[in-house]
């Protein structure tokens, strides 16, 4: 939505997943400077980033501006509630509000399914490797392959990552790079129906 739609769609209700990269602060911007309603849902903040003086300051303002104007300001478990409310969001609208999973979309294999042939891994979100670590679990691939078990195994594996971002060339070149390109597959934006199958469709989770 552009921001000619912002100005148009007065009853309209906005839900901004995020605060931080551009998209978002000139989104967030407008919707404050005219006034419209939205919430604002976030990840768990990052204490540990530093910027210089100024730019902190102009943060910390920009944030504590942002949140007054929004509805509530969401985010998942005490560590996300209490970063919200140390970045400036008013008490009273700080809301958390958990993540959840379906587990009747993904049962569990039946008992005595045969070993495949092939264990396939697989991760999901952006690549972005300061933010998701990809590259860390490329890295402990490498590493596990070269323990004498892995060579003595009967079976095969592959490393599946639905996601794109603007790490995702550098991933693949580090795949290269430790000699297991042909285990990491980068398969690009990937839709809710066909991640629901992937993931039903793989043997181990990794979230690094």
């Known amino acids: 939505m552009c921001s000619s739609d912002l100005a148009k769609e007065r009853d309209a209700f906005f839900v901004c997943a995020g605060w931080e990269n551009r998209t978002f602060i000139v989104m967030l911007t407008i919707l404050r400077i005219l006034g419209r309603d939205y919430i604002i849902w976030t990840d768990t903040p990052n204490p540990f980033r530093r910027g210089g003086w100024l730019k902190e300051k102009l943060r910390g303002a920009w944030v504590r501006w942002v949140f007054k104007g929004a509805r509530a300001v969401m985010s998942t478990g005490r560590p996300g509630v209490e970063g919200m409310k ?40 952006r690549i972005i490797h300061r933010v998701k670590g990809h590259d860390l679990a490329v890295r402990a691939l490498a590493e596990a392959l070269k323990d004498p078990a892995f060579k003595d195994a009967p079976v095969d594996c592959e490393y599946c990552i639905a996601g794109t971002g603007p790490d995702e060339k550098a991933l693949i070149e580090l795949s290269k790079e430790l000699g297991i390109a042909d285990k990491v597959r980068c398969l690009g934006w990937t839709e809710p129906g066909d991640l629901r199958k992937l993931m039903c469709e793989s043997h181990i989770l990794v979230h690094p």
């Open 86 to 125: 140390r970045y400036g969001a008013p008490a009273d609208r700080v809301v958390n509000f958990p993540f959840f999973l379906d587990l009747e979309a993904y049962p569990p294999r039946p008992a005595g399914t045969p070993a495949p042939a092939k264990i396939r891994m697989v991760s999901s979100g």
